[in-house]
């Protein structure tokens, strides 16, 4: 079975740090191309960082730029997002995802993990 579980959400001040972290199992972790998404209420789902280019590659969105990191562990099937300097508009239900290198039909989720920011 495959599966994405995602963890370390809560409740932050603006400015506090989280750390994300995605546990996978049931696939070839290193066969995939791993990322984080997160979906505000009203808004889309939205990419916020991904690995790519078999981990030698990271894509930031441009809000998060310079305050979020990725990073993955191949020996753990582990991804993880360091969220720094974090902002109100940060606050969204965060989602793994991964996709199949070369085959993009295999593609999964996990069922998120909030993040609020907030005073």
């Known amino acids: 079975q495959v599966q994405l579980v995602e963890s370390g959400g809560g409740l932050v001040q603006p400015g506090g740090s989280l750390r994300l972290s995605c546990t996978a199992s049931?696939?070839?972790?290193?066969?995939?191309?791993m990322s984080w998404y997160r979906q505000a209420p009203g808004r889309e789902r939205e990419l916020v960082a991904a690995?790519?280019?078999?981990?030698?590659?990271?894509n930031y969105a441009d809000s998060v730029k310079g305050r979020f990191t990725i990073s993955g562990d191949n020996a753990k099937s582990m991804v993880y997002l360091q969220m720094n300097s974090l902002k109100p508009e940060d606050t969204a239900v965060y989602y793994c995802?991964?996709?199949?290198?070369?085959?993009?039909?295999?593609?999964?989720w996990g069922q998120g993990t909030q993040v609020t920011v907030s005073s």
């Open positions: 995802n991964a996709v199949r290198r070369w085959n993009t039909r295999y593609t999964y």
């Open positions: 690995l790519t280019d078999a981990g030698g590659s990271t």
């Open positions: 049931g696939f070839t972790f290193s066969s995939y191309a």
